[in-house]
């Protein structure tokens, strides 16, 4: 990003920060609203996201919607006319909706008897989220951290609020024997899939002469020249990488700490194999044998961080692979 984009972006931004809660505001004068305003939350990987809140009066839950998915991703649409009376009206609507299904008073949550149905695991870069890291318990693994998270619904949108020490001394428990009830509760809420690429790319946009997907999902194998390649759909692809995540595709990094999941991905592969941190969405897996340079390997996955992804999408930059004799996942070393 140059700077003249950046200043760009940050003008966008401060307008959003400075005016979008006054002009939401102004679109729900039906509504008993207390205060509407605008401030900014560290997500994963340190990203910052700009959220506007609207609280009810006489509640103390109150919905936070981000501005980001409501921003146009070219910065030169807002020269045009009418474009954030359109974004306030798109996030005025949906708030409508988050207020008719806020969820309960503040002292309804965190409730022992919700714990088996609210509480889950979060996965994190241990790196990249050393201050969240330092204000909540949580678990190495890796490169990586696991917290515990509370899922909440509010205008049909699922949020997470992370499980404090002071949350745990109130049910008294342990952060490992809550750990074990999220880890059941993630599992069963978000089951393991692991599956062919091409399997996966069919359910998510069907086999109606699609184009052939290329690139770094995989290559096809269907013997056609580099020429032609571009003119295959997707009934042609094959890919030597398995996608590995969650049957939902949300939450999808968590499958690392499934005790059985690296067993049926061996039983499935039948050999050794990396895994590919493509995402905190999803993983890659790759026999070993398909590429015994394993450097290639890493450089792609650095590369997509870089270059593809969003930050707070990145998981780690780091290749990971699986030994079925000691059944271990190892970062992949560079000797």
Known sequence: MNVEEFQRQKKIRDFAKEHLPEMVRQRLTDRSISEVYSKESVKNNGEVYLGITVVPAGQEIAPCIYVESYIPPDPAVFQQEGVWEKVADRMAFDFRYALDTVEPKAEELFLEKDIKDKLILKVVNRDRNDKLLSMYPHKDFLDLSVLLEWEVTCGGRIGYIHISDAILQNWGQSFDEMYQVALE?????????????????????????????????????????????????????????????????????????????????????????????????????????????????????????????????????LLYVYDPESDELKVLSDD
Request: net charge negative.
């Open 185 to 317: 509760n993630t599992m069963r809420k978000y089951p393991g899939k692991v599956e062919p690429l091409e399997n996966v790319l069919r359910e998510l946009i069907g086999d109606d002469n699609s184009i052939c997907p290329h690139g770094i999902l995989g290559a096809s194998d269907s013997g056609a020249s580099s020429e032609t390649a571009g003119e295959e759909t997707l009934s042609d692809f094959k890919s030597p990488f398995y996608y590995l995540g969650t049957s939902r595709s949300v939450q999808g990094v968590v499958v690392l700490l499934y005790p059985e999941m690296m067993k049926e991905v061996y039983r499935k592969i039948k050999e050794p194999f990396y895994v590919l941190p493509s995402s905190v969405n999803e993983l890659l897996v790759l026999p070993c044998s398909f590429e015994p340079r394993h450097d290639r390997l890493k450089n792609l996955v650095w590369e997509v961080n870089t270059y593809v992804l969003d930050r707070a999408d990145i998981l780690s930059d």
